[in-house]
């Protein structure tokens, strides 16, 4: 983005209503979600500072999708024994944003639809990254937030503007636009700058911002590239399976060349998650509570 657009970005922003500032509870979780190497204990510590919080990184360990039968009533047996340390820092990270911004207001927001579009962009992301050794150099932790957060934008729009966001659902349905289109042409800014504005004023991970930043820059060259072009890919991929369209080879081949990644692995993924439907949209369920 240069300076010219990141300007009228910031113009627009500022013309919303304030953003809010982030809670000195949730402050803290941050912090301790961005320590690399934080001792599960200190973030067991941090995460109970928000009750709401807990609840429902509890509800996720014990759903089907992830605990398999096994039944956790404590932060740290979820950490320890079914999510994992870099799982819990992404899904916290994602239930922040879910807890600071209510979507009530926005009438045709579905939170079930908006969860099960993130959480099935970012498990694509994590297991289609297992076969691209370009991308060795980021975490599946990391990996998996991108994709968790890249639609953070929509959700800000929905506290934010929330009959403005109510007018985009009910027009798209006369253009035929996808929500992305819809708010770009009547608002001006796409929820990727949205979210990177926000990210950018929160002070969240520099990879994050530039992940949103970049997202529709086909020609950026940086060293992000390759996870940029992943989840293009798996934003597209998640949206056919939750709308039950069969997977088109076509839609995926120039970004699949691009990061050498095997259409069949696509397939493969597809037909996995199409399995654990069910199972997913209890999870979604839960994070949009």
Known sequence: MNAGVKQAVELQ????KNLP???DASLRILGAINTPDIPIEKLADALLLSPSLVARLLGLANSAYFARGRSVTDIRSAIFQVLGLDLVKALALALIFNVQFDTRACERFDPNYFWMRSLTTAECARKLAIEIPQLGQF???TIYSGGLLLNIGVLVLGYLQPEELNGIFVERQKTGLSVSGEIRRQIGLSHYQIAYFLMHKWNLPTLYQVLLQHYES????GVERS???LLRVCQRLSAALIAGKPVNPQEFELECEEIELPLEAIFDLAEQLNENRQAMQK????MGN
């Open 283 to 286: 999870l979604a369920a839960i």
């Open 227 to 229: 996870l940029l072009h």
């Open 218 to 221: 086909k020609d950026f060259q």
């Open 13 to 16: 922003m500022n013309s919303l």
């Open 21 to 23: 500032v982030l809670p």
């Open 139 to 141: 975490t599946p932790s």
